[in-house]
């Protein structure tokens, strides 16, 4: 366990509120001269300083995106409170989850290829493979004439592989966890918000092997999840699973909830669920490509609110 981990919340708040002020108003000397006593507080209060700095700069490197324009929009009167959740949720994140995240996005904006939210794109292969990458995804290609393998750096992708006369070495897609490996097929691997990996197999086969040494087969028509050390037992795959690459949603008889998660992958900004309709179920096609056209489709068919704070802050409610 790091020493961040024993930092107070209320202090990681009082980091969070001087963090916005210091940065989007303009303090004068008194406001600066209490940071300084509150900084020389106690190591615990650098500590919390420092991390508040790390995830404002991470915000500044994210292009177009929730961070650097969610905060400039939100310096209004009326927006400042929101603004300041999102930073203080961040905060309170554990160390080591934070820094994983800032890693992977780092890594991710440095990747090979990689799509934006909401964005997806299809191109074909060196040797003819045909990959789709979902939206917010990013990957290093690594062929040579000893191995053809793909590193998922996050996000989603779907591949299919190509069948030539002349043998090829195994076509990989590799994660932190292990390898996915085609037996000539059409699959796709997600990195899901759990740490987990899942397989989706739609032609043929794909073996899973975990870094821990476990393999498993996953048949065409059956997804399984993995981890470092363990591959979780196939389970049948959805009918429609692989319709994001069309655009396209099925859902059946889901709650808003889990559905305005998935919605949120392919919208930049905050997409939140009121508790009071999180458990309204939902049946019908949405649209991925256009998200606001299926939340105003998910608000006509429930009677639901829409609620936007900003173009990066929208909030589903019932009327």
């Not at 691997?189 to 393999?215: H, K, P, Q």
Request: charged letters at 20%; a neutral charge; aromatic letters at 6%.
């Amino acid at each position: 366990m790091t020493q961040e981990t024993s930092i107070p919340p209320a202090v990681l708040q009082q980091a969070a509120d001087w963090a916005i002020t210091l940065t989007y108003d303009q303090p004068g000397a008194g406001q600066q001269q209490a940071f300084e006593q509150w900084l020389q507080q106690s190591e615990l209060h650098r500590q919390a300083w420092a991390r508040a700095q790390s995830v404002l700069a991470t915000f500044g490197q994210v292009p177009d995106d929730i961070g650097r324009r969610v905060i400039k929009h939100d310096q209004r009167r009326q927006q400042r409170r929101q603004t300041l959740q999102l930073l203080s949720a961040m905060l309170l994140a554990p160390p080591a989850a934070w820094l994983a995240y800032r890693s992977e996005y780092l890594a991710g904006w440095r990747a090979d290829l990689r799509t934006a939210t909401g964005e997806q794109k299809r191109l074909h292969l060196p040797d003819g493979s045909v990959l789709a990458l979902n939206t917010a995804s990013a990957l290093d290609v690594d062929f040579t004439d000893q191995q053809r393998r793909l590193n998922l750096l996050q996000g989603e992708l779907m591949l299919t592989s190509v069948k030539t006369k002349v043998p090829l070495p195994p076509l990989q897609v590799a994660t932190r966890a292990g390898v996915a490996e085609a037996l000539g097929t059409r699959f796709s691997v997600r990195v899901l918000d759990s740490g987990l990996f899942r397989v989706a197999v739609f032609e043929d086969a794909v073996r899973i092997t975990a870094n821990s040494g476990r393999m498993l087969v996953v048949e065409q028509g059956w997804r399984a999840d993995f981890s470092a050390t363990d591959i979780q037992p196939a389970i049948p795959l959805n009918a429609h699973a692989d319709l994001w690459e069309k655009g396209m949603w099925i859902v059946d008889n889901l709650p808003l909830q889990l559905v305005l998660q998935e919605l949120s992958r392919y919208r930049p900004g905050l997409l939140r669920c009121d508790p009071a309709a999180a458990s309204m179920p939902v049946s019908g096609t949405l649209s991925l490509r256009d998200t606001d056209a299926a939340l105003h489709h998910l608000a006509d068919t429930l009677n639901l609110r829409i609620n936007r704070i900003s173009p990066y802050w929208t909030t589903v409610s019932p009327l």
